[in-house]
């Protein structure tokens, strides 16, 4: 009760000064969750504009003479010739360590159903990107542990790495692996006790998604215990095109407050195509002109302003990170089409999924030839890096030969060599979803490949040794992994231990 | 795009030839105008029209001062925001009009800016806080 006369007595304080000053409009179109105004002659870009029945908006398009206007939340109650008022502040949304298990809208409320936030803080959704003087290079690995990915198109710390594939080539699982694997990081350092331990948390925006696809999201990092250190930020295709507009920028401003703090976060745009469709509809309502595929003009800097703000920072500046995993859906396996082009050109690399590989059963779908990494191998562990590093290679040129070689029936034995390691090592790269494996396992897996453990084994019974070899290692072997995990080197003698680990496996297998 | 321009600039032109005596919009040299283009019709002229019409209603909106009040006279209270300078009584044409649901208070609109100061606006805020 105190509290609240304390809270009357403050508001008077504040108001009793003098007249409050706005600068107002009157609303003269709407539609789709957006508003024209004319008038607001004195409104700032990106301003919060106060509507009728606590209804906000965001100017997003100044002209001379009216105001285009995205609305949040329910617009029913809006009508033309209501007056809009500029409030003198940006979009906010709150952020800290409070949102974690959460999930909310594009404003940041809580649609979860499970009470209110408490957070100390809030972050505009909009801000300048940090420059480069504050930035460092990537040099921590994010371990997505998906051994395709890691091994071949290694992501570091603060780098935006591009998810690209036609629908239902695996995109979204990619990316839920990868924060499924964070939580696994997380939960092994934390119980390490290990004081230079950093744990990544994780933000996933979904735009313009179907809401029982986000609904199986959810299900899945609740599942699997992630949720702790995740924040969901959801305008699903339902929600109005503002929202789905506003959405990956919230999410962003919630992931700038684990940057910002010293800490390392990532956040998975899902997807940027759906974002830009939104943004488009928004301009064609406002009748700004549209060019290449109908998007407005500044379609580019939509995605550029978003994807900047990911950095890895230096000590100066507390030494956090922002790891961006954009999501592009595209048509056909058309990676030229406006948007991905535009996307591409942004980030640090690509990891490219292709249906073909999909429906042949090679799971996750990685194009080894169109994907890549422009700064993450220098993040790679050592020991990682040791046994990784020849596998790009090895598959290209098993590709390669295995394209040249279908119609020759007497092979030289070196050929023959290469076409079978690369075959073993297509089945060795498959994963079922939802099953990232820890990186010291991966090493272990991949040593044992280098090292001719699987030559032995037919090509078909490849993923069910690697699985066998994976139980083996979580359980007998687990001192071994240990070793590599505290270490993160491969030194003789832990090789030594790891050729009697994988010995003593095979006979067990075999 | 172009000609969008030059729509603007003959709209401007229009609104410069109806200004007449303190900077205010003089409505025979507005009738002069609109017969002449009646008479005459450029091309686009719609277009003319309708942005003609809304440079003139906001220059007018510049000098036409609405001062919405309620307890008090008007008069005085609009004496009392010259003398805040709030407005300018020369530059101005202040039209008061009472109105109830302010509850107490004043809020005054210039152009579109709007200066509050009432209890309604007052419960409104709290109302806001609480929320
Ligand atoms: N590695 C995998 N192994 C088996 N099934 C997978 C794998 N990756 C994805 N899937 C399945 O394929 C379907 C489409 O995956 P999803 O990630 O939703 O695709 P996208 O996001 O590209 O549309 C889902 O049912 C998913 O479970
Ligand atoms: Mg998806």
Request: net charge negative.
């Amino acid at each position: 009760m105190n509290s609240i006369t304390d809270l009357i007595r403050k508001e008077i304080e504040t108001l009793s000064v003098d007249a409050s000053r706005s600068n107002v409009g009157k609303v003269t179109m709407l539609a789709d969750g957006v508003a024209r105004v004319e008038g607001l002659s004195k409104v700032m870009y990106n301003e919060m504009v106060e509507f009728p029945n606590d209804v906000l908006g965001i100017a997003l398009n100044l002209e001379e003479d009216s105001v285009g206007c995205v609305l949040l939340g329910d617009t029913s109650s809006l009508k033309e010739g209501d007056e809009a008022k500029t409030t003198g502040k940006l979009l906010s949304v709150p952020v800290g360590m409070d949102l974690l298990g959460r999930v909310v809208d594009a404003a940041g409320r809580p649609i979860d159903g499970k009470g209110p936030i408490e957070a100390k803080e809030e972050y505009p959704v909009e801000r300048i990107a940090p420059g480069i003087i504050p930035r460092k290079s990537v040099d921590q690995p994010l371990q997505t542990g998906i051994m395709a990915v890691d091994s071949m198109i290694p992501i570091g710390r603060g780098q935006r790495e591009l998810i690209i594939g036609d629908r239902s080539t695996g995109k979204t699982t990619i990316a839920i692996d990868t924060i499924i694997n964070q939580a696994k990081i997380n939960k092994q350092g934390e119980q390490s006790g290990n004081k230079d331990f950093r744990p990544v948390y994780c933000i996933y925006v979904a735009v313009g998604q179907k809401n029982s696809n986000v609904a199986r999201t959810i299900k899945i990092l609740e599942e699997t215990g992630a949720m702790e250190y995740v924040t969901i930020v959801s305008a699903p295709a339902a929600d109005n095109p503002a929202n789905q507009y506003l959405a990956p920028y919230a999410g962003c401003a919630m992931g700038e407050w684990f940057m910002e703090n010293g800490r390392d976060a990532l956040i998975v745009y899902d997807d940027l195509s759906k974002h830009a469709v939104a943004y488009r509809q928004i301009s064609l309502i406002l009748k700004r002109p549209s060019g290449r595929e109908a998007y407005p003009g500044d379609v580019f800097y939509l995605h550029s302003r978003l994807l900047e703000r990911s950095a890895r920072l230096n000590e100066d500046n507390g030494n956090g990170s922002l790891t961006a995993l954009p999501i592009i859906e595209t048509q056909m396996g058309d990676v030229s089409g406006y948007i991905p082009t535009n996307v591409i050109s942004i980030t640090d690399g690509q990891i490219f999924l292709e249906t073909d590989l999909f429906n042949k059963g090679i799971r996750p779908a990685v194009s080894v030839g169109l994907s890549v990494s422009r700064v993450g191998s220098a993040a790679q562990i050592k020991a990682y890096k040791k046994v990784a590093g020849k596998v790009k290679l090895e598959l290209a040129q098993f590709r390669e030969l295995a394209a040249f070689s279908q119609f020759e029936s007497d092979l030289d034995a070196a050929t023959k060599a290469r076409l079978d390691r690369g075959a073993r090592i297509v089945e060795m790269f498959k994963q079922t979803a939802f099953n990232p494996i820890p990186v010291e396992v991966q090493t272990a897996i991949m040593w044992g490949m280098q090292n001719d453990f699987f030559d032995s084994i037919d090509v078909d019974k490849i993923s069910e040794a690697v699985a066998s070899l994976k139980d083996y290692l979580s359980a007998q072997g687990k001192e071994v992994c240990n070793e590599i995990y505290k270490s993160g080197k491969l030194e003789e003698s832990t090789e030594q231990n790891l050729r009697s680990a994988l010995e003593d496996w095979k006979r067990t297998f075999a | 795009m172009s000609s969008n321009n030059k729509v603007f600039k003959i709209a401007q032109l229009l609104l410069n030839q109806s200004i007449g005596e303190n900077d205010r919009v003089d409505s025979d040299k507005v009738s002069a105008i609109l017969n002449e283009l009646r008479e005459n019709p450029p091309a686009k002229h719609i277009e003319i029209l309708k942005r003609f019409g809304f440079l003139v209603r906001r220059h007018m909106s510049s000098y036409q001062v609405s001062l919405e009040f309620k307890g008090g006279d008007g008069s005085e209270i609009t004496n009392s925001l010259c003398k805040k300078n709030f407005i300018d009584h020369h530059a101005t044409e202040v039209q008061a009009v009472d109105c109830p649901s302010l509850i107490a208070g004043f809020r005054v609109k210039i152009g579109d800016d709007v200066y509050e100061d009432s209890i309604a606006n007052r419960l409104n805020n709290v109302r806001k806080a609480l929320l």
